[in-house]
């Protein structure tokens, strides 16, 4: 069993978030939900808490009301290997969201997430100082990463001086 879960705070848009989440990974489910009752701060019978699994990660969220929203500070990485992954994962995740720089966005909800292709570390990593610059370089305008321009750009020889 997971110790340690993020805990996500929305205003009234839990249950659909959730619902939306385990819509977009596979391997994912909501667990539970936990209503309120008569006489508590939200109507009786919305959701309080929701429990869910994005592909095996397990996440909790509340309706607590307007008072907290997300920024950029807290934002889920997501690994993703093909470029059919990449380019899914951000259709539907910024629909109805902002798509951001360097594989950022932001979902309806206002989360952000990094859909990031392991290669991008491993061109970044590159012992060969040129390289890497090349390829953060062509990263750095771009939105939806596009992993056969970050091997071009890693691969393209110098320019002359």
Not at 57 to 62: G, K, P, S, T, V
Not at 126 to 131: G, I, L, M, T, V
Request: proline content about 8%; overall charge negative.
């Amino acid at each position: 069993m997971q110790t340690i879960s993020p805990f996500l705070w929305f205003d009234n848009q839990a249950e659909e978030a959730a619902t939306f989440y385990v819509s977009v990974f596979r391997n994912s489910r909501i667990v539970s939900v936990v209503r309120y009752p008569e006489g508590s701060p939200a109507p009786a019978g919305t959701a309080m808490t929701v429990s869910f699994v994005i592909d095996g990660l397990e996440f909790q969220a509340l309706n607590g009301g307007p008072r907290y929203t997300f920024t950029e500070a807290i934002s889920f990485v997501v690994r993703a290997e093909t470029q059919d992954e990449i380019d899914h994962l951000w259709e539907k995740l910024t629909a109805g969201g902002s798509p951001g720089r360097c594989g950022w966005l932001k979902d309806k909800f206002g989360l952000s997430w990094q859909i990031v292709p392991p290669v991008l570390v491993e061109l970044l990593g590159d012992p060969d100082p040129e390289r890497s610059s090349r390829v953060m370089q062509a990263m750095l305008p771009m939105g939806n990463l596009d992993i056969a321009a970050l091997r071009a750009a890693a691969d393209s020889p110098a320019a002359p001086v």
